[in-house]
């Protein structure tokens, strides 16, 4: 008993991150393919699909889920901008800037809990992985794809 069902509990959680991840990861993607800046943040908070499948998953739930566009310069990569908010990207990062050029990416920052598949009675001791669930923070990025303007407001759609 103390062999078999730590066995199974290693051999669960992996696969449980692994399908976690794969989610996190897929949506990153779409989110990305967004029209605006701001669509892709509203998607997020108004789109419950991911923490419900995060949730059929089993012993795997969202505790926080957030959106971040990067900015990098490209000829050096130490010198970045994260951008947390719609409409908040100066003038100087924007792809027509002639301090560019600029790599842009959207990061989805995901916090999830894992569970055990079974869980030992141990008493007051929590061991996380074996009789507690443990918290994993996932990051995943995807290029922010549509690096045009719109041709009502002249402003680029990433600052929108």
Do not use: C
């Not at 990861?25 to 800046?37: D, G, I, K, P, Q």
């Not at 669509?39 to 889920?65: C, M």
């Amino acid at each position: 008993m103390f062999f078999v069902i730590p066995l199974l509990d290693l051999g669960v959680i992996p696969v449980r991150w692994g399908l976690a991840n794969h989610l996190i990861t897929s949506y990153s993607v779409n989110f990305a393919r967004a029209e605006t800046l701001s669509r892709a943040f509203e998607q997020l908070e108004s789109d419950v699909n991911l923490q419900d499948l995060l949730k059929k998953i089993g012993g795997v739930s969202a505790k926080q889920l957030r959106l971040a566009l990067v900015i990098t310069k490209t000829a050096s990569p130490d010198k970045k901008l994260v951008v947390s908010e719609p409409k908040h990207i100066p003038a100087d990062w924007l792809p027509d800037s002639p301090n560019g050029p600029y790599q842009y990416e959207l990061e989805l920052f995901a916090t999830v809990e894992i569970s055990p598949l079974l869980l030992i009675n141990l008493g007051e001791k929590k061991i996380p992985g074996l009789n507690a669930p443990f918290l994993v923070t996932m990051t995943s990025s995807s290029n922010w794809e549509n690096l045009g303007r719109n041709p009502n407001t002249n402003e680029f759609f990433m600052n929108e």
